[in-house]
């Protein structure tokens, strides 16, 4: 497949790809250090490891490999283990944390010792923070004893762990702890009150973790080859630099994707990101709360502007729906700038429907890929199996856990584009 024209696309049957075996093969089980932190539709850490082989079988030599939402790390992860350099962003802050804690080189003696003096100093502090004055937020989520506990805890991580690398992963079990010890519905990715959850105490539950991430250290084989990983908090449409990936592996998000801002809340305000989380959704993408001017800006692609159309009864939605193909637009423009000559970039992504109308986001993708000058090397799908993730709609179109409704984002597709 060599496909570089509106007309080559329109050929193509989306609906009747079918699935590749090489995309879906399981079999190896995923390393702790990838479960370290609660992520919403976390990219599978398989189709980072076949993209390698596939980059092998292309014969391209890899330097540095990126990740423009690059999410909590999983794509950083599986490139230091590869021993290749990788560069990521994301404009979520605590997405950065985790990536950057699961991503680094500890010794594991000096984790150990800095458990057990973080837990020391928990025990003997008399530090009674005043929960009256606290975030209102943080209030709705988090009982007085609770909240108080998560203060003294944070404190002295803040306190005691003087290196950065360390700290920041710290930072990230203190973090991956905050829904367990607050009023958040267990294993629910919305936020929403569980009044008949009784959160366990923070220490017990923070030395559970504690323990989980130094087994995922242990475990974690990365390789002997130095690499490097830089992961910062920004934007890709702001990246300015050029020229310096081989290969791109990434998942954007969907049109009307989930509020990651909102999932993240108790995070954000915890770790101090912002006093209010809903700052956080300015300019991400596929949020809907990241508008432009314009219903449907000029320049959209043919499927983008059919799609801008289904929204045409909620003038917000129109914008927001709008804004977001047109960002994907100046996206896959900034991904041909930042790989070199003859790079890959391999992105995954799912349809999805709206009121009956299948959303068509890989072809939309595709068509953008092809304006910004990408050579579509490949488009074929993998089976999408998470337990976390909506699977049925009801006939009005709701979420539901009936398995005999109609079944969603059973499939997504795998793009794959060339540069040059």
Excluded at 328 to 344: D, V
Excluded at 373 to 385: C, L, P, Q, Y
């Amino acid at each position: 497949m060599n496909i570089t024209t509106q007309r080559g696309l329109n050929r193509t049957d989306f609906l009747t790809i079918q699935e590749s075996p090489f995309w879906n093969d399981a079999s190896d089980r995923e390393i702790r250090m990838h479960k370290i932190h609660a992520y919403p539709a976390k990219f599978p850490s398989l189709i980072a490891k076949q993209a390698f082989a596939y980059a092998e079988k292309c014969k391209l030599e890899l330097r540095t490999v990126a990740d423009i939402f690059c999410g909590c790390g999983t794509v950083a992860v599986e490139a230091k283990r590869k021993g290749v350099d990788f560069w990521g962003c994301d404009i979520n802050p605590v997405a950065v944390l985790i990536a950057e804690a699961k991503s680094k080189d500890y010794d594991i003696q000096i984790v150990r010792k800095l458990r057990d003096r973080i837990i020391n100093y928990f025990e003997k502090s008399r530090l009674k923070p005043n929960y009256s004055k606290s975030n209102q937020r943080i209030q709705y989520w988090f009982d007085e004893q609770h909240y108080i506990d998560l203060q003294k805890l944070k404190k002295i991580i803040l306190k005691q762990v003087a290196d950065e690398d360390y700290k920041k992963l710290f930072l990230c079990i203190f973090s991956s702890i905050l829904k367990g010890t607050s009023k958040w519905l267990t294993k629910s990715i919305k936020p929403q009150i569980d009044s008949d959850k009784t959160p366990p105490a923070v220490k017990k539950l923070f030395e559970k973790q504690a323990g989980v991430v130094i087994k995922a250290i242990e475990e974690a084989d990365y390789s002997e080859v130095p690499s490097q990983v830089t992961i910062d908090r920004q934007n890709i449409l702001e990246v300015e630099e050029e020229g310096f990936a081989d290969m791109i592996v990434t998942s954007p998000p969907y049109v009307t994707s989930y509020e990651y801002a909102d999932l993240h809340q108790l995070s954000a305000l915890w770790l101090d990101y912002a006093d209010d989380h809903t700052e956080l959704r300015v300019d991400s993408i596929g949020s809907l709360y990241n508008v432009g001017k314009d219903n449907c800006p000029d320049g959209l692609t043919p499927t983008a502007r059919k799609i801008v159309n289904y929204f045409e009864w909620n003038k917000t939605q129109t914008r927001s729906v709008a804004r977001y193909y047109s960002d994907m637009q100046q996206f896959a423009i900034k991904a041909y700038s930042i790989l070199r000559e003859r790079g890959l970039a391999i992105f995954v992504i799912g349809d999805t429907e709206f009121r009956g109308h299948r959303i068509e986001n890989a072809k939309c993708l595709c068509e953008s890929m092809i304006q910004a000058g990408f050579t579509i090397k490949d488009i074929t799908k993998r089976a999408v199996i998470n337990k976390l993730l909506p699977s049925h709609r009801d006939e009005n179109g709701k979420f539901t856990s009936d398995k005999s409704a109609r079944s969603i984002y059973s499939q997504e597709y795998i793009i794959i584009g060339r540069k040059g």
